[in-house]
């Protein structure tokens, strides 16, 4: 059974840091290029980072980059958001996602993933 689970979210102050989790299973997930989206209330998803199968390549929203990193550890079958600097506006609930084959150009677009995990919260308050 294919299934992604993130883990790592919790209540953090501004400033702080989060290092979030996307543990795959039913399938080898370095096959996969894997994103992280956040969904905040009243809000549309949105795409936060995604890092490709093969080069690793990583693709960054700019309301996120040079504060979160991505990386992906195909030994673990696990992929990490780091996410830094943390601000009131990044508490969402982050999911993540895992795509067998898309357009890089639109790595942020849900409908490019075919896996999708439940879902970690996180709230950024003090």
């Known amino acids: 059974q294919v299934q992604l689970v993130e883990s790592g979210g919790g209540l953090v102050q501004p400033g702080g840091s989060l290092r979030l989790s996307c543990a795959a299973s039913?399938?080898?997930?370095?096959?996969?290029?894997i994103g992280w989206f956040r969904h905040a209330p009243g809000k549309e998803r949105e795409g936060v980072s995604c890092?490709?199968?093969?080069?690793?390549?990583?693709y960054y929203a700019d309301s996120v980059k040079g504060r979160f990193t991505i990386s992906r550890d195909n030994a673990k079958n696990t992929v990490y958001l780091q996410m830094n600097s943390l601000k009131p506006e990044d508490t969402a609930v982050y999911y993540c996602?895992?795509?067998?084959?898309?357009?890089?150009?639109?790595?942020?677009?849900?409908?490019?993933?075919?896996?999708w995990g439940q879902g970690t919260r996180v709230t950024v308050s003090s």
């Open positions: 996602a895992a795509s067998i084959s898309f357009f890089a150009t639109s790595w942020y677009e849900t409908y490019e993933y075919d896996y």
């Open positions: 890092i490709t199968s093969n080069e690793g390549t990583t």
């Open positions: 039913g399938f080898t997930l370095g096959y996969y290029a």
